[in-house]
C-alpha cells in the first residue's frame, strides 16, 4: 500500500503563487506516473495536471502557462508549482500516483485564492 501525502495549501491572493508538494511514503515515482486533480464545491474533480513517460506534461487549459508540474524521485515528491493564481482555481487539490494497474490517491489539501 502506497500513501500520497499533499501539502503547501492556503490562503493566496489573487495574482500570488503557491507550490504544492506529494510525498509518497515508497519509492514510486520513478515507476508510477502522476497528477494532480482539484474540485471545487460543487464541481466534479478535474484533471490539472500530469506528469507521465519520460517527463512528458499535460496541462488543462486553464492552467497552461500558469502551473508547473515536476518530480523529484529522490525524495519521491511530485510538486504543482502555481503561478497568477486567480480565485476559480480555489479548489481542493488531490495529488495521484498511478500505472496500468493501480491508482493512488493523497486526501487533498486546500487552495482558496481570495482577496
Known amino acids: 500500500q502506497v500513501q500520497l501525502v499533499e501539502s503547501g495549501g492556503g490562503l493566496v491572493q489573487p495574482g500570488g503563487s503557491l507550490r504544492l508538494s506529494c510525498v509518497a511514503s515508497k519509492t514510486i515515482f520513478s515507476f508510477y506516473d502522476a497528477a494532480w486533480y482539484r474540485q471545487a464545491p460543487g464541481k466534479q474533480r478535474e484533471l490539472v495536471a500530469k506528469?507521465?513517460?519520460?517527463?512528458?506534461?499535460i496541462y488543462a487549459d486553464s492552467v497552461k502557462g500558469r502551473f508547473t508540474i515536476s518530480r523529484d524521485n529522490t525524495y519521491n515528491t511530485v510538486y504543482l508549482q502555481m503561478n497568477r493564481l486567480k480565485p476559480e482555481d480555489s479548489a481542493v487539490y488531490y495529488c495521484?500516483?498511478?500505472?496500468?494497474?493501480?491508482?493512488?490517491w493523497g486526501q487533498g489539501t486546500q487552495v482558496t485564492v481570495s482577496s
Open positions: 506528469i507521465i513517460s519520460g517527463d512528458s506534461t
Open positions: 495521484n500516483a498511478f500505472n496500468q494497474v493501480y491508482i493512488y
